[in-house]
């Protein structure tokens, strides 16, 4: 059976205000390049995705176009698109792209992988598991089984619950899923978003929508201890232990 077409979104339009300083985190240095060059990278070199939407901030648009897009050669990014205020406004502008078919190459029944920017370390051995995980269950995330116990805390700071620390994980990105299931999924999040705000249900994934909106199982993928977030400074500083240890 020939492979499905294969589509990233890219999340790369966040202030970074963790970070502290006057640069967005997805442009600082890693490695003597910007941090959203790493990802975009693993997206060129892969086997698996055949192309790339890029969202970032709208002030930021011509900068990436320029010193990012042309001037390292990334050819698989197929639009940059402007991100909106929260997460999941991001995840539905480069959605209606594919859904419009607003791009070289339509993707209408293939994969969609949605991928912070800010994780540099993302690999072709990911994107293969992930991609052999859509493709049985129509809906998955990479992730990690915690290290730590977790502690549940009420509202004076105290511990309520200690899970079962086996039952956890630690969600990451790429979150993968069949193209029209994602679509519709979003759209009806777009239609709901302040129904759930009432209900003080609060989207912090892709997943979570697939869940709660399309009630569809998501399955668990391993990703990697080292496919870290860049939130912080010193978040920053072991991106840069793993890159300085190849």
Same mark, same amino acid.
């Given at each position: ?7 990233a979104?890219?999340?790369a ?8 300083? =006057? ?19 693993a997206v060129?070199?892969?086997?698996v ?8 901030g ?8 320029t010193?990012i ?8 990014v197929?639009? &940059?698109?402007?991100g909106?205020?929260?997460?999941y406004d991001?995840?539905?502008n480069?959605?209606?792209? &594919?859904?419009?078919?607003d791009?070289? &190459?339509?993707n209408?029944d293939g994969?969609i992988f ?7 370390? #993302?690999?072709?051995e990911? #994107?293969?598991?992930?991609l052999?995980?859509?493709?049985? =269950? ?35 990105t790429?979150?993968?899923? =069949?193209t029209? #299931?994602i679509? !519709? ?11 759930l705000?009432?209900r !003080?249900i ?5 997943a979570?929508?697939?869940e ?9 993928v391993?990703?990697?201890? !080292?496919?870290?977030? &860049?939130?912080?400074?010193? =978040?920053?500083?072991?991106a840069?232990?793993?890159l300085?240890?190849?």
């Amino acid at each position: 059976m020939d492979k499905k077409r294969c589509t990233a979104i890219l999340l790369a339009a966040g202030s970074g205000r963790r970070m502290g300083g =006057d640069v967005a985190k997805q442009y600082m240095q890693l490695g003597g390049r910007p941090l959203i060059c790493h990802a975009l990278q693993a997206v060129e070199a892969s086997a698996v995705v055949d192309d790339c939407i890029l969202v970032t901030g709208a002030a930021d648009v011509s900068y990436v176009k320029t010193e990012i897009v042309e001037y390292y050669g990334f050819h698989k990014v197929d639009r &940059i698109v402007t991100g909106g205020r929260e997460r999941y406004d991001s995840v539905y502008n480069a959605l209606q792209v &594919i859904k419009q078919q607003d791009m070289r &190459i339509p993707n209408e029944d293939g994969f969609i992988f949605i991928h912070d920017g800010a994780r540099p370390f #993302l690999t072709e051995e990911i #994107l293969t598991r992930t991609l052999q995980a859509v493709s049985e =269950d129509h809906a998955c995330v990479a992730g990690m089984p915690v290290k730590d116990t977790i502690k549940i805390v009420d509202g004076k700071g105290y511990a309520s619950q200690t899970p079962d620390r086996n039952s956890l994980w630690q969600v990451q990105t790429p979150q993968v899923f =069949d193209t029209p #299931l994602i679509i !519709e999924a979003y759209e009806r999040l777009m239609q709901k978003k302040e129904e759930l705000a009432a209900r !003080e249900i609060r989207i912090t994934d892709d997943a979570m929508v697939v869940e709660t909106l399309m009630k569809h199982p998501v399955r668990l993928v391993v990703g990697s201890y !080292e496919n870290i977030k &860049i939130t912080t400074p010193e =978040d920053l500083a072991v991106a840069e232990a793993f890159l300085s240890r190849g």
